[in-house]
C-alpha cells in the first residue's frame, strides 16, 4: 500500500516556519502585509480568500483583501494593482484567479510588481524559473516540491510526468522538477496514447482538472503520485487521481483533500514573508 503524503502536517510546517519569519520582521518593526484583489463573487474563490486570511492571521501576516463588483472594468482592476504597486506597506499581491471573463488576466498579473508576485505568475517570475535564477515560484507547484523534500523523494533521476501544460502549475512544476534533476516529459490533451506515457513515470504529477482520470491503468507500479486536482462534483471533492485504483499500486500518493491543496496557501505565506524580509532590506 502507498504512503500517504499528508499536505496538512508539510503545511502547518510550512506555516510555521513562514510564522518565524514574521515574527522577525516584527522584531525590526515590519509588519509582513499580503493584499488580495477578488473580482466577482466565485464561491470557490471566495473559499480560498477565507482560507487564506485564515493562514495569515495565525502566521502573523497583516491581510489586506480588495473585493470587487463582477463588472469592475479592465482599468479600474490594473489601477487598483498599481496603488497596491506604489503602497510600500504592502509586501506581497495576490490577484484571485479565475478573474470574470471579460477581463484579461494576463494584462493584469503583468501589471504586479515582480518584487511583490507572491504567486509566482508574473512573467518575471516564469523567466527567471527558466533561467534557473532566484525569484517567487508558483505556489502549487513549490508546495509540491516541499512535500517531496517532507518525504526524503528525492526526484534526481527519475523520470517524471506532468499530466496538463498550464503557467500556473504544469509548466512552473515541470520546470522545478528539471530543476531537481528529474528527466521530464510534460503530456496534454494532444499526447498520443496518454496512458502508455504515464506508465513510464517514476514520478507522475496529475495538473488536469478531470475528475478521477487517472486510474490504475496510467500508473506504473511503484511510481509516486501527485494530484493537484481540485474537482468539485456531486460526490464532494475528488482529484484527477482516482485515489481507490491508484493507491494499491502506488509508492505514495498524495489525497484530494488534504494533499497539494493545503500546500498552495502555505507557499503563499512563505513568498509573502521572503517579499517583506527583501524589501526591508532596500
Given at each position: 500500500?502507498?504512503?500517504?503524503?499528508?499536505?496538512?502536517?508539510?503545511?502547518?510546517?510550512?506555516?510555521?516556519?513562514?510564522?518565524?519569519?514574521?515574527?522577525?520582521?516584527?522584531?525590526?518593526?515590519?509588519?509582513?502585509?499580503?493584499?488580495?484583489?477578488?473580482?466577482?463573487?466565485?464561491?470557490?474563490?471566495?473559499?480560498?480568500?477565507?482560507?487564506?486570511?485564515?493562514?495569515?492571521?495565525?502566521?502573523?501576516?497583516?491581510?489586506?483583501?480588495?473585493?470587487?463588483?463582477?463588472?469592475?472594468?479592465?482599468?479600474?482592476?490594473?489601477?487598483?494593482?498599481?496603488?497596491?504597486?506604489?503602497?510600500?506597506?504592502?509586501?506581497?499581491?495576490?490577484?484571485?484567479?479565475?478573474?470574470p471573463a471579460h477581463l484579461d488576466s494576463?494584462?493584469?498579473?503583468?501589471?504586479?510588481?515582480?518584487?511583490?508576485?507572491?504567486?509566482?505568475?508574473?512573467?518575471?517570475?516564469?523567466?527567471?524559473?527558466?533561467?534557473?535564477?532566484?525569484?517567487?515560484?508558483?505556489?502549487?507547484?513549490?508546495?509540491?516540491?516541499?512535500?517531496?523534500?517532507?518525504?526524503?523523494?528525492?526526484?534526481?533521476?527519475?523520470?517524471?510526468?506532468?499530466?496538463?501544460?498550464?503557467?500556473?502549475?504544469?509548466?512552473?512544476?515541470?520546470?522545478?522538477?528539471?530543476?531537481?534533476?528529474?528527466?521530464?516529459?510534460?503530456?496534454?490533451?494532444?499526447?498520443?496514447?496518454?496512458?502508455?506515457?504515464?506508465?513510464?513515470?517514476?514520478l507522475l504529477v496529475a495538473a488536469i482538472?478531470?475528475?478521477?482520470?487517472?486510474?490504475?491503468?496510467?500508473?506504473?507500479?511503484?511510481?509516486?503520485?501527485?494530484?493537484?486536482g481540485i474537482n468539485r462534483t456531486d460526490?464532494?471533492?475528488?482529484?484527477?487521481?482516482?485515489?481507490?485504483?491508484?493507491?494499491?499500486?502506488?509508492?505514495?500518493?498524495?489525497?484530494?483533500?488534504?494533499?497539494?491543496?493545503?500546500?498552495?496557501?502555505?507557499?503563499?505565506?512563505?513568498?509573502?514573508?521572503?517579499?517583506?524580509?527583501?524589501?526591508?532590506?532596500?
Amino acid at each position: 500500500m502507498a504512503t500517504i503524503i499528508d499536505g496538512l502536517a508539510v503545511a502547518a510546517s510550512v506555516r510555521e516556519r513562514a510564522a518565524d519569519g514574521a515574527r522577525a520582521l516584527e522584531a525590526r518593526g515590519v509588519t509582513p502585509c499580503l493584499a488580495v484583489v477578488l473580482v466577482g463573487d466565485d464561491p470557490a474563490s471566495a473559499s480560498y480568500v477565507r482560507m487564506k486570511e485564515r493562514d495569515c492571521a495565525a502566521v502573523g501576516i497583516e491581510s489586506r483583501d480588495h473585493r470587487l463588483p463582477e463588472a469592475t472594468s479592465q482599468s479600474e482592476v490594473e489601477g487598483l494593482v498599481a496603488a497596491l504597486n506604489a503602497d510600500e506597506s504592502v509586501h506581497g499581491i495576490l490577484v484571485q484567479l479565475p478573474l470574470p471573463a471579460h477581463l484579461d488576466s494576463e494584462a493584469v498579473l503583468a501589471r504586479i510588481a515582480p518584487a511583490k508576485d507572491v504567486d509566482g505568475l508574473h512573467p518575471e517570475s516564469l523567466g527567471r524559473l527558466v533561467r534557473g535564477l532566484d525569484g517567487f515560484r508558483a505556489c502549487t507547484p513549490a508546495g509540491v516540491m516541499e512535500m517531496l523534500r517532507a518525504y526524503d523523494i528525492d526526484p534526481s533521476g527519475m523520470r517524471a510526468v506532468v499530466v496538463g501544460r498550464s503557467s500556473i502549475v504544469g509548466k512552473p512544476m515541470a520546470l522545478l522538477l528539471l530543476e531537481a534533476n528529474a528527466t521530464v516529459t510534460v503530456c496534454h490533451s494532444r499526447t498520443r496514447d496518454l496512458p502508455a506515457v504515464c506508465r513510464e513515470a517514476d514520478l507522475l504529477v496529475a495538473a488536469i482538472g478531470r475528475p478521477k482520470m487517472i486510474d490504475a491503468s496510467y500508473v506504473k507500479p511503484g511510481a509516486v503520485v501527485i494530484d493537484v486536482g481540485i474537482n468539485r462534483t456531486d460526490e464532494g471533492m475528488v482529484g484527477d487521481v482516482d485515489f481507490a485504483s491508484v493507491e494499491p499500486i502506488a509508492s505514495a500518493i498524495t489525497p484530494v483533500p488534504g494533499g497539494v491543496g493545503p500546500m498552495t496557501r502555505a507557499m503563499l505565506m512563505v513568498n509573502t514573508i521572503a517579499a517583506a524580509e527583501a524589501a526591508s532590506r532596500v
